[in-house]
Every structure is written in structure tokens, then in C-alpha cells.
């Protein structure tokens, strides 16, 4: 079956524009997590979605990235006035949520986003 | 707070050979699961291989094993016989089992980059 699909594979954006990165987790997944990865580092976790809401948003580093997901399925993080410390890959991850927790979280490609 | 730890940022090998790469975590919960993902230059993160702390038995999967000391809280991953396509990065991971109130994410290290030599 598919796999998690992330939208566009690649951002190029002026600093200070506003971006918007999609995710399609895998269907039945009902849980969903952004992670952030800059170059030469590991992954950083970003927020948490358990069906449509978000019960841990604390990786969100500051009040200029936000996410919502709609119908327990598509996530779209957005990132306002971009700030060239946010060039990274951003990654979406989707799992099986509920015991055991053993399930793996499933990664689609990724976004790579660069701020000029 | 958990944390995860690879103190090895690069590695090489041998086609053919053996490699280990090391992670240590550090958590104060019992019950928990460790996992190795792998993430070739395409970005795309492969799990390689999981261990579920509760089993002493460590984990398999073809060339790639696991040494699990849950006293040492040390989780290595074995390579052998590598093969040109197992260089990548490969993290560890750490994920709680705890029901309520958890987010279970994935903790990550920053990884070991692993090259294959022919």
C-alpha cells in the first residue's frame, strides 16, 4: 500500500514568507508526528497528533510554526515569517497508536526547506 | 527526561566485514522500546531493527543483530557481512511504553554515518 507522502518534496522561500508542508500518513495511522532534521543532526521532534488533536506540542520552537490535521488523516505545518534558522528537512511520521508500542513509526521523504 | 546517545558520528567498514555501532539511552522507566532506523541519501527513514526492553532475547533480522544490556541501558547494532548499500545514517531510537498521558514519540540520537569501503 502507499506509504506516508509529504508535499512539496522541496521549499525554496524568501526569509520572512509564510510556508505550508503537507503530509498524507498512512491510512488507519491514527497517530501522526512532525519531526525536524538540520543538516548534520538527529531528528528533532516537533508535535504530536492523536486523531485530530494535538496533545503534545512541545517541540514547537516557537509561536511561528503551527499544525493542524483534519479528518485524522492530512497534517499541514505551517511556518510564518520563515527565519533562515528554519532551513531543514522536515519529516512526518505516521504509526498505529495503542499498545503495544512497538509499532514503528512509518517516514514519508520528507520536505527540505531552505529560507534565503 | 529521556535522552539517547551515539558517540560514534562516523564509522567505515569493510565490505564484508563486521562493524557495531553504539548507543546508550538514559530513562528511568522499565517498560520501553528501542529501535535502529536507517536513512540512506534518499531521506527516507527504514526501521532495520527493534528490541522490546521486557525480552532478554536480543533481536534479529538477517545481517543485522542487536546487543541489548538494559543494566548498562547500551543498545549496539551488529552489521554483517556489509554490503555497499548499508551505508546510510543510522539512528537509535527510544520510545516509552507507557498507556496514559504519553505521547510515545520517538527519541532520537544525532546518529552515526556509517560507509561501506569495497
Known amino acids: 500500500g502507499a506509504g506516508v507522502s509529504q508535499s512539496p518534496s522541496n521549499k525554496v522561500t524568501e526569509k520572512g514568507k509564510d510556508v505550508e508542508l503537507r503530509c498524507d500518513p498512512i491510512?488507519?495511522?491514527?497517530?501522526l508526528y512532525w519531526y525536524r532534521q538540520s543538516l548534520g543532526q538527529g531528528l528533532e521532534f516537533l508535535i504530536y497528533?492523536?486523531?485530530?488533536?494535538?496533545?503534545?506540542k512541545s517541540g514547537l520552537p516557537s509561536d511561528r510554526f503551527s499544525a493542524e490535521r483534519t479528518g485524522g488523516s492530512v497534517s499541514t505545518l505551517t511556518i510564518q515569517r520563515t527565519q533562515q534558522e528554519d532551513s531543514a528537512v522536515y519529516l512526518c511520521?505516521?504509526?498505529?497508536?495503542?499498545?503495544?508500542?512497538?509499532?514503528?513509526?512509518?517516514f514519508g521523504n520528507g520536505t527540505r526547506l531552505t529560507v534565503t | 527526561a529521556q535522552t539517547v546517545t551515539q558517540s560514534q558520528p562516523e564509522m567505515s567498514v569493510q565490505e564484508a566485514e563486521t562493524v557495531t555501532l553504539s548507543c546508550t539511552y538514559d530513562?528511568?522507566?522499565?517498560?520501553?522500546?528501542l529501535f535502529w532506523y536507517k536513512q540512506p541519501p534518499s531521506r527516507q527513514m527504514i526501521l532495520v531493527i527493534r528490541?522490546?526492553?521486557?525480552?532478554?532475547q536480543n533481536a534479529t533480522e538477517n545481517r543485522f543483530s542487536v546487543n541489548f544490556q538494559k543494566a548498562a541501558k547500551s543498545f549496539s547494532l551488529k552489521i554483517s557481512d556489509s554490503q555497499l548499500g548499508d551505508a546510510a545514517m543510522y539512528f537509535c531510537?527510544?520510545?516509552?511504553?507507557?498507556?496514559?498521558?504519553?505521547?510515545?514519540?520517538?527519541?532520537f540520537g544525532t546518529g552515526t554515518l556509517l560507509a561501506v569501503q569495497p
Open positions: 530513562t528511568s522507566e522499565s517498560d520501553y522500546y
Open positions: 511520521a505516521s504509526s498505529f497508536q495503542g499498545r503495544p508500542y512497538n509499532s514503528p513509526l512509518h
Open positions: 497528533f492523536q486523531g485530530n488533536s494535538a496533545p503534545d
Open positions: 528490541q522490546e526492553a521486557y525480552k532478554q
Open positions: 491510512s488507519g495511522h491514527t497517530a
Open positions: 531510537a527510544y520510545r516509552s511504553a507507557r498507556v496514559s498521558g504519553a505521547t510515545n514519540k520517538l527519541i
